[in-house]
């Protein structure tokens, strides 16, 4: 496995999420067979079925491809920057804090902005879940950044305060609310990606893309804080700026994500963990395997979601965690093994 | 050329190192030592920039240090400490590799990569550098870090001199290890690099240094040409206890013995 | 062409959740994508309102029904109907994939993205407002009843209804000369996952009052979180637990134990009554029935 040049995982990676984007579009409530996808592609028309393929399910797949991607590079950052593999782009307060925006928006609604919403209109929840998660992001970087410098360890303690405090923020709301406006926060909290249409997923595109490609920038940097941040200090690594670069990316990744589709969970620490028990940690391999791995499984778990209780819709935060448990149980095993004979994590 | 001007470091109102000056010339291996909280680390730390000095000065070939821009200090300066902490797999070639870091932008070069397999052969550890670090014997892994250390420093530039730090390298090795490092440390001499090293261990330091440094509550007591500056008076005066100087007729280097 | 496929990845590390997308592929093949109704005007309705579901089934347009929300339960027909989700929380694929010619709702139902995706493919979108009060209810009723070009049906039944609640007025009449029964009516939250008084906003208040008892909730919002504080303030002669409420705890002694319930006159006397939610939380062709049997209820020892 080891000695496996990275270039065959990019490409076996891409060719994967091919695949699976293609099988994507073509499984769900309504399936649409290949026939019909190319026709529509070539002759566009009124169908309904047409109209369901260009207008639901296309920009569903591609929504599905790039917050799978961005959460799962938000968590190879987040692990990179703590030396911690079981660190999540959550711990920073940033979902819990776009799960609270999304509560408060559920339950006061209109009330709230007056106005306001209407110009809003569609956008309020995304508005204000992006505003919450970037406000609890920046909570905990204020508290643990002491005299100019950020303490990792501190960060963390900070995230867990922060993350309690919006979640019981959200506790709060769920309890004042009425029972359809406490659904409404329960299915946003387990995630979906049924309110996918072109406009959001350019949207979470173009912030995915953009903020995979400014990570890889920092990847060598990463690797050299691998060490510790003596270290990477004396490779010439400003780790302060590091610090403070690599939080404001994972907010910009994680809460737009999460502002349009809610909280999918376990994506983000999962999937770096199986490319480092697969090949490396080095980060510029974890970015772009994750953005390809991670494009991949949550495109099938969006599949399960949509087929197995159709035409109802199964929450997609809860097939993550069930599906990405037992890959990831089972590739430790494997990595426990090999230990017995010298193998990783010594 | 490291050049020391009346050099003071403080946290808040505590004093570290109270005006010290010196210079280290390329070349010889500088070995400083001094009882625990002495300042002999943080003195290193200020050589090596990560201190920020509260007065005096530190220059590198005629430059204050704090002129020089992080990246390209890193270019000609490397330090060696203690075992740092690694909690995820990488390969060997992958950490010596990033010695290189400094050197290149996005890719290693070709140079680069020839660069990190002549350290590995000069420390021996070619047959090594597939393998994950994590794996490996405290001993292999601090010659790991010492490649990493050279590949950072070695090309020689034009004009300046190269700079290779070491605090403490060899605290946590065994009798073995701590000779190998010693002696590997000692053939850079040639290189003409400004060569300075932490010990706690007194016979080793006398064993392979060139000029000793003698440190106690901030301050210098001592220093020169080795085996010259070693008595059993400075001895206790800096570590508060008795020694014996004895010759060993092998060598022309005394073995200290304590009381 | 498949085969070959699954004997070319077999032998990556991935082939687990390949093989999953595999199984769905075929899963996938199985669907047919909608067949035509066997209703005659080919109409085909999602309804995600149970009061519309229930209407349509009274008015014998039930044939067109392919698909409901779950919490229309009303008749127990309707539950055989493929479910596309709670009202609240809809995805438009699953309403697509019943091939509807129009989804009825009461303007009650989200989210939005769902329906402005429905819109986006056209599918139409019928909302039916009203169903509030009884005049509004019958207007309703009659208003489905055309729908389905049966005009006699919607008359019928709103004749049945005002017969039907004048029985029940008669009979409110009967104890007229007793004072009014205080009640307090106990729902239980799914989402929130505890129980609440339902308070005088809501339908169960109009039932009540044409029951002849008082609504001893005492805020004006709709829902109240049950607790010792509240029993104790309104001190309610009957208490009506509704069907899932109720049946969580199992019987009647242990529903006297949720909080401050034993303290009140109606667990003393053992006048805590279920009470099905479709029979009570809105108005319908059934709503004369209820009402009678509502005071009939109360009026139990």
Not at chain 1, 81 to 88: A, D, G, K, S, Y
Not at chain 1, 224 to 248: D, F, N, P, Q
Not at chain 3, 275 to 292: A, C, F, K, M, S
Request: aromatic content about 8%.
């Amino acid at each position: 496995m080891k000695k496996i040049p990275f270039r065959v995982y990019y490409i076996v990676l891409g060719l994967l999420l091919l695949l699976s984007l293609i099988i994507s579009a073509r499984v769900g409530a309504v399936p649409i067979s290949y026939e019909h996808m190319f026709y529509f592609l070539r002759h566009p028309g009124t169908s309904i079925e047409e109209q369901l393929f260009l207008q639901i399910r296309l920009p569903r797949v591609l929504l599905c491809a790039f917050t799978g991607a961005a959460l799962s590079v938000s968590g190879a950052l987040m692990q990179a920057l703590f030396r911690n593999p079981i660190v999540e782009p959550g711990l920073v307060g940033t979902s819990s804090g776009a799960a609270f925006g999304a509560a408060v928006v559920f339950v006061m609604g209109k009330s709230l902005t007056g106005a306001w919403a209407d110009t809003l209109g569609p956008f309020l929840l995304p508005v204000f879940a992006f505003i919450g998660g970037g406000v609890a992001t920046w909570l905990v970087y204020r508290l643990s950044n002491v005299f100019g410098k950020v303490n990792v360890n501190t960060l963390l303690l900070a995230g867990i305060a922060v993350n309690a405090l919006a979640a019981g923020g959200t506790g709060f709301f769920s309890y004042i609310a009425r029972d359809p406006q406490a659904r409404s926060i329960v299915f946003w909290n387990l995630g979906t990606l049924s309110g996918a249409d072109w406009e959001n997923t350019g949207i979470v595109g173009v912030c995915a893309c953009l903020g995979i490609l400014l990570s890889l920038f920092y990847s060598r940097s990463l690797n050299a804080l691998l060490l510790g941040e003596t270290e990477a200090g004396y490779l010439g690594v400003h780790t302060e700026k590091l610090k403070t670069r690599i939080l404001l990316l994972n907010t910009f990744l994680v809460a737009v994500a999460t502002s349009v589709v809610g909280v999918i969970g376990f994506v983000g620490l999962i999937v770096p963990h199986i490319l480092r028990l697969l090949k490396s940690s080095d980060n510029r391999f974890l970015i772009i395997g994750s953005a390809l791995l991670g494009a991949i499984l949550l495109n099938v778990a969006d599949m399960l979601a949509r087929v197995i209780v159709a035409p109802s819709e199964f929450p997609i935060g809860v097939i993550t965690a069930f599906a990405g448990a037992p890959v990831f149980l089972f590739l430790l095993i494997r990595a426990n093994r090999q230990q017995q004979k010298g193998g990783f994590y010594a | 050329m490291l050049e020391i001007q009346g050099l003071v470091c403080k946290i808040g109102s505590k004093t570290i190192v109270d005006g010290v000056s010196l210079s280290f010339d390329p070349g010889r291996l500088h070995v400083i030592v001094g009882p625990n909280g002495s300042g002999k680390s943080t003195l290193l730390k200020a050589f090596s920039g990560e201190w920020v000095p509260t007065a005096g000065a530190v220059t590198y070939d005629s430059v204050n240090l704090t002129r020089i821009d992080k990246l390209h200090l890193a270019r000609r300066r490397a330090v060696m400490t203690q075992l740092p902490e690694l909690h995820f797999p990488l390969s060997v070639e992958e950490i010596v590799m990033m010695g290189r870091y400094p050197h290149f932008s996005f890719s290693p070069t070709p140079n680069d990569r020839a660069i990190c397999g002549q350290v590995m052969s000069h420390l021996s550890i070619q047959p090594l550098s597939g393998r994950d670090y994590l794996t490996l014997s405290g001993g292999e892994r601090q010659r790991v870090q010492f490649a990493r250390a050279l590949a950072q420093i070695w090309e020689a530039p034009a004009s300046t001199s190269r700079y290779l730090f070491l605090d403490e390298p060899v605290s946590s090795l065994d009798i073995h290890y701590q000779h190998q490092l010693m002696q590997l440390a000692r053939d850079l001499v040639k290189e003409k690099i400004v060569l300075i090293a932490v010990l706690h261990d007194l016979n080793l330091a006398l064993h392979y240094a060139d000029r000793m440094i003698f440190v106690k509550q901030g301050r210098i007591v001592a220093e020169g040409a080795v085996p010259g500056i070693v008595t059993p008076s400075l001895i206790r005066e800096v570590f508060d206890i008795e020694a014996r100087l004895l010759e060993d007729p092998q060598s022309d280097i005394p073995v200290i013995v304590y009381a | 062409m498949l085969y070959k496929r699954n004997q070319l990845w077999c032998a990556l590390p991935f082939r687990s959740s390949l093989l999953l997308a595999v199984s769905l592929f075929f899963i996938a093949c199985g669907n047919r994508f909608g067949d035509k109704g066997n209703n005659k005007q080919g109409l085909r309705i999602v309804s995600v309102s149970k009061q519309l579901t229930e209407i349509i089934f009274a008015v014998g347009g039930d044939t067109a029904l392919v698909g409901v929300d779950i919490s229309s339960t009303w008749p127990p027909a309707a539950k055989k109907i493929t479910a596309v989700g709670y009202h609240r929380a809809l995805n438009s694929e699953g309403i697509i994939s019943l091939n509807p010619t129009a989804v009825w709702n009461d303007g009650n139902w989200g989210p939005q993205p769902t329906i402005e995706q429905l819109k986006k493919v056209g599918i139409p979108l019928r909302q039916f407002d009203g169903g509030a009060t009884i005049d509004s209810t019958k207007q309703l009723i009659r208003q489905v009843a055309a729908e389905f070009h049966n005009p006699k049906a919607g008359d019928s039944i709103c004749d049945r209804l005002d017969r039907d609640m004048a029985r029940a007025d008669s009979l409110r009449k009967t104890y007229a000369n007793q004072p009014p029964l205080k009640v307090l009516v106990i729902h239980f939250g799914q989402a929130a996952n505890q129980y609440f008084v339902l308070n005088h906003r809501g339908t169960q208040q109009q039932m009540l009052e044409w029951a002849g008892a008082i609504n001893v909730a005492d805020t004006a919002q709709k829902w109240k979180n049950l607790s010792a504080e509240v029993i104790a303030k309104s001190q309610p002669d009957v208490i009506l637990a509704t069907d899932y409420g109720f049946d969580l705890q199992g019987s009647l002694e242990k529903f006297k134990q949720l909080p401050g319930v034993a303290l009140s006159p109606a667990a003393k006397n053992n006048r805590i009554h279920r009470i099905e939610e479709h029979d009570l939380v809105y108005l319908g062709p059934r709503t004369g029935q209820n009402v009678y049997n509502l005071i009939q209820l109360i009026h139990q020892h």
